[in-house]
């Protein structure tokens, strides 16, 4: 296992504007986490922090698994908009075991993972031409064939409808209920509530609350959080 995740006085800044101010948590295997935060509060570069995408400023990132190609090959991250390769969609899920090194049948362990996320009827047709949430599904099939034990995601769903982000959120309970560790960064109310265990309220850069879902929807502990709630924080 290589969690926990530990950040440890870890900041971002570019060109002199802080955006992550330095943070000290822990991301413990189990429970879903959700990074919760208006647009522009830095939700999705604490996530690219976490996942080793970008390096802090200041601070450490540490996870418990210290061996750099294991830790590569346990972990994945779907974006908002993801980057579909020019070729097939079967072949898209074989790449993705193939630069992972994985061992065993690719082409089967993708159709696997096609199988899982409902798209292996597509199996041959160009990646590219699929829906948006069928390109958001076929990354998830990317992931789900890597079978990683920790899952970054960054607003899955912020670009679909009502019925593909049903579909992604479905996938998303499978990649939980298979023992996968989910960290999903998000700005939606009623997607923290549907897919989450706990919050971690990110508002101008700073955390500043970390709750269960139950006690952060019910019971605030903080001003921000609370207009947040409401619906009174503008978007920046």
């Not at 870890?10 to 992550?20: D, E, L, P, R, Y």
């Not at 996320?117 to 076929?138: D, H, T």
Request: aromatic share 6%; glycine share 8%.
């Amino acid at each position: 296992m290589i969690l926990p995740l530990a950040l440890d006085g870890v900041s971002f800044a570019i060109a002199g504007k802080t955006i992550i101010a330095p943070v000290s948590l822990a991301i413990e295997k189990g429970p879903s986490t959700i990074i919760l935060g208006a647009n522009g509060a830095g939700k999705s570069v604490l996530m690219r922090l976490m996942h080793g995408l970008l390096a802090p400023s200041s601070g450490r990132v540490t996870w418990r698994e210290s061996d750099a190609a294991r830790l590569r090959r346990a972990q994945a991250m779907v974006f908002q908009r993801p980057v579909m390769l020019r070729r097939s969609v079967l072949a898209n899920v074989v790449f993705a075991l193939e630069t992972a090194r994985a061992a065993g049948n690719h082409e089967r362990a993708a159709l696997d993972a096609l199988g899982e996320v409902g798209l292996r009827e597509l199996a041959r047709r160009p990646a590219r031409v699929l829906s948006g949430g069928e390109q958001q599904r076929l990354a998830l099939a990317r992931a789900w064939a890597l079978h990683p034990e920790v899952l970054f995601l960054d607003e899955p769903t912020a670009s679909l409808d009502p019925t593909a982000t049903r579909e992604i959120e479905a996938v998303i309970r499978a990649f939980d209920a298979a023992g996968t560790k989910i960290v999903m960064a998000t700005h939606n109310l009623g997607q923290a509530r549907r897919l989450g265990d706990e919050v971690i309220y990110l508002h101008e850069g700073r955390v500043v609350e970390r709750a269960s879902v139950e006690t952060f929807f019910s019971k605030p502990a903080t001003t921000e959080a609370a207009a947040f709630i409401k619906g009174e924080l503008p978007w920046v």
